[in-house]
């Protein structure tokens, strides 16, 4: 295996465990110099991520290594002025040509096409269609045959990594190929920081102008906007104008309109009055058919019984899905052989069963009360607001459910209760949970936030 294959199955992994954002940031530009004695040193672009990635990354970086390369005892960084060679080089790059450094990024973000936003490998040829998502994806594809006038707006929601961006950009790239091109695809955070510097600037004029001529505008994690009041603001005027135009707007959240916290009314009525389509989990059948189509994408080949344990063990979404066929793969790049199952299964032990994070009741408080945009006070204290109660409910159960805390404990901890109230709101919690298939998203949710 050269430096090179390995910095790749490396960065596969390390990928799993960072928001998209940050593993670009950090990790364009890097890569294996030179590994010799139990040492690999890692070329990085500047001083500063060299400090970042020491500081912050060291010890996934080294675990990521050793999970492909256990004799890789330590690493180091240097700053390497000539990046060492890159992934995925595309190419239509003549080796000749200097590059400019965005070209050098060499990740998949480099194809993105500057004015839409949109990366092309986002497709629906490639995007696999099981019950989990059939839905999201036939109203998808109604959209695109019928900008603007059949859903208007569609908002799709489910967990993370489960094809929501997936998804929406296809449906962009689609409408592209057929000729739209005043298409923009941004994340609700993006929007809200160009809106910032547009203000900071006096731009605001423009920014406004240049939305409201979009016909299909396509906001990613609208939930981001959560508590921003200008922000919503903002995106309202312009979700009217596009939507008055018949412009075509599409959305996705991590969650369904109604249980985005602080949302103002008025749009959560304006995305209720669209079409909302959810994405859950990908069944055993769909998981298999993911990982069948990925390594066909990645022109690999592994035996059906490897590919069945695969799917039986990894069911959290399809990041995960394509992140243990990752590792897999280079396994049997790198010992030029194909695992046995319980070679596998060690390959992908850190994946299956992680280390199971220690929570406290203190994390519990503050995850939730993030989640649903209140301060932990307000929580913790006998405040009956409405909006309040629900909330504190969850922590009850959570608390209840993840650290078995009794009954009283619970009630001292949020306001002094007693603890008939504590029991009554857990039962109450357990009966509805078992029913309610919006409850279960959301306490999925929180939980993936307490152990992430
Ligand atoms: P989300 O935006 O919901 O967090 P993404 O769209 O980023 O998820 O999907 C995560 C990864 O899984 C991406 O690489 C994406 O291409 C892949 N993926 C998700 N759903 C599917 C699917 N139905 N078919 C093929 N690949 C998928
Ligand atoms: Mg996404």
């Not at 990521?64 to 330590?74: G, M, V």
């Not at 700053?79 to 790059?93: A, E, G, R, V, Y």
Request: charged residues 30%; positive net charge.
């Amino acid at each position: 295996m050269t430096n090179q294959e390995l910095w790749q199955a490396a960065l596969g992994e390390i990928e799993l465990n960072l928001s998209r954002a940050n593993f670009i940031t950090w990790f364009k530009n890097t890569g294996i110099v030179e590994k010799k004695e139990g040492l690999a040193v890692i070329g990085v672009p500047n001083g500063f991520s060299r400090e970042w990635l020491a500081n912050k990354y060291h010890k996934l970086i080294l675990r990521a290594l050793r999970n492909t390369s256990p004799e890789i005892k330590d690493i180091n960084f240097i700053i390497s002025s000539s990046p060492p060679k890159i992934l995925d080089t595309p190419k239509k790059i003549k080796k000749d040509k200097i590059l400019l450094p965005e070209e050098q990024m060499g990740f998949d973000e480099f194809e993105i096409n500057k004015e839409t936003n949109l990366n092309p490998k986002y497709t629906f040829a490639s995007f696999v269609v099981g019950p989990f998502n059939e839905l999201a994806q036939a109203a998808a594809r109604g959209v695109v045959e019928n900008l603007g006038t059949l859903y208007n707006p569609l908002f799709i929601y489910g967990g993370v990594g489960l094809g929501k961006t997936h998804l929406l950009q296809a449906v962009g790239n689609e409408a592209y190929a057929k000729g739209k091109k005043k298409i923009k695809y941004t994340s609700a955070e993006k929007f809200a920081s160009e809106l910032i510097t547009s203000l900071r600037d006096g731009k605001i004029d423009k920014f406004k102008e240049d939305y409201r001529k979009i016909e299909l505008l396509i906001i990613d994690d609208i939930q981001f906007l959560t508590g921003k009041e200008k922000t919503q603001e903002e995106f309202f005027h312009t979700f009217n104008s596009l939507y008055q135009k018949n412009n075509q707007i599409i959305i996705s959240s991590d969650r369904p309109p109604k249980a985005i916290a602080t949302l103002e009314e008025r749009l959560r009525s304006r995305f209720e009055g669209g079409m909302i389509a959810d994405i859950s989990f990908p069944e055993y059948e769909t998981r298999l058919v993911i990982l069948k189509a990925k390594l066909e994408e990645k022109k690999a080949t592994l035996p059906n019984e490897i590919l069945e344990y695969i799917a039986t063990h990894i069911k959290k979404n399809v990041r995960e899905l394509e992140g243990a066929l990752n590792r897999v793969i280079a396994f049997t790049k790198l010992n030029s052989s194909i695992p046995t199952i319980s070679q596998t299964s060690k390959i992908l032990s850190t994946i299956i069963s992680p280390p199971k994070k220690l929570i406290s009741y203190k994390s519990i408080i503050k995850i939730v009360s993030d989640f649903y945009d209140l301060s932990s006070p307000e929580l913790t204290t006998k405040c009956r607001k409405k909006e309040i109660v629900w909330p504190r409910q969850v922590i009850m159960y959570l608390m209840r459910e993840e650290l078995k805390s009794s009954y009283p404990f619970i009630g001292e901890k949020l306001g002094g209760r007693d603890h008939t109230t504590v029991m009554y709101a857990y039962d109450k919690m357990s009966k509805e949970i078992e029913t309610n298939e919006s409850l279960q998203q959301e306490i999925a949710l929180i939980r993936e936030r307490l152990y992430a």
